[in-house]
């Protein structure tokens, strides 16, 4: 019998992510003990990667005991889970803020996918993964990204379908226009070679000229 602190925690967690970036915040430990166990184990995470990652490791890191980190997150999966959801939230709020000065919904198409890209570009955690654990990350950016591909498709409709209803929008299928976009995002963000310009100059001009045009 596999002890919840030696389990993969790379197994099919998406469901679980997927229900947490749908649900509020509240469906997840929250406060100060988990907010400080949560930072130790995005920092341990960064650095050694999930795999090297024990729970009396967050433990110790964290200040705690490790009773306390298994009452709030009772295997590494759930900490995993904790961490990948707080850093999509954090990703959501930023992306948010990002965007909430400009008026039009095209001026928040291109501002949104440049901070997307910018985001991404300087988030520690992916990027870390990406050379500790490339065989823990590409399966759930790819192959297995159906769930996450769906709560960044439904955040976007419905961004888009409130433009439409404000006459902001032209006549067309939220869903369907919002996972272009998030497509494009995601090849752009695991391929980042090519001709798209990632740099947030050339990524705004690129968005104003062949991403606006959907909106209508």
């Not at 130790?40 to 024990?54: D, I, K, M, Y």
């Not at 995993?80 to 959501?92: D, I, Q, Y």
């Not at 990204?145 to 006549?171: C, I, N, S, V």
């Not at 226009?177 to 001009?205: K, N, Y």
Request: net charge negative; no cysteine; hydrophobic share 45%.
């Amino acid at each position: 019998m596999v002890d919840q602190d030696d389990a993969d925690p790379t197994g099919p967690a998406d469901d679980a992510v997927l229900r947490g970036l749908l649900a509020e915040p509240s469906a997840t430990p929250s406060g100060p003990q988990a907010d400080r166990i949560l930072d130790a184990a995005l920092e341990l995470f960064t650095t050694f990667g999930p795999r090297r990652t024990t729970m009396d490791d967050v433990a110790r890191t964290s200040g705690l005991g490790r009773a306390t980190v298994y009452r709030r997150f009772p295997g590494k999966n759930d900490l995993v889970t904790g961490v990948l959801l707080r850093e999509a939230r954090r990703f959501f709020d930023e992306l948010d803020r990002s965007v909430a000065a400009f008026e039009t919904l095209e001026e928040r198409l291109v501002e949104g996918f440049v901070t997307t890209l910018r985001i991404s570009r300087e988030q520690r955690l992916l990027n870390r993964l990406m050379v500790l654990e490339p065989d823990v990350l590409l399966p759930h950016a790819t192959g297995r990204a159906g769930p996450l591909l769906a709560a960044a498709r439904g955040y976007l409709a419905r961004r888009l379908r409130a433009a439409q209803r404000q006459g902001d929008a032209g006549d067309f299928d939220s869903e369907v226009v919002a996972e272009i976009l998030i497509r494009l995002t995601q090849s752009l963000l695991l391929t980042p070679a090519g001709l798209i310009p990632l740099d947030d100059d050339g990524a705004r001009a690129f968005a104003r000229r062949y991403l606006v045009p959907i909106l209508h």
